[in-house]
């Protein structure tokens, strides 16, 4: 008797199902950050390169113009 209401126990008992509810939630998180990372990660390379590569064209446009 006293085995078949710890198993009828173990059975209600959901203290669990939250912190596996929140681990998969980190975990299709954290695929979908290093998926969208990796497709997006060289364009976002290029447009910092480019940016800084005209910010240093300006900035010496503006030290060669006379005062």
Do not use: W
Not at 43 to 54: C, G, K
Request: hydrophobic share 50%; aromatic share 6%; net charge negative.
């Amino acid at each position: 008797m006293c085995s078949h209401l710890q198993i009828g126990r173990f059975l209600r008992d959901k203290s669990g199902a939250t912190m596996m509810e929140y681990g998969l939630i980190i975990a299709i998180m954290s695929v979908v950050i290093i998926a969208v990372a990796s497709l997006f990660g060289a364009e976002a390379i290029d447009s910092f390169n480019a940016l800084s590569s005209n910010m240093e064209n300006a900035e010496s446009t503006m030290s060669d113009t006379p005062q």
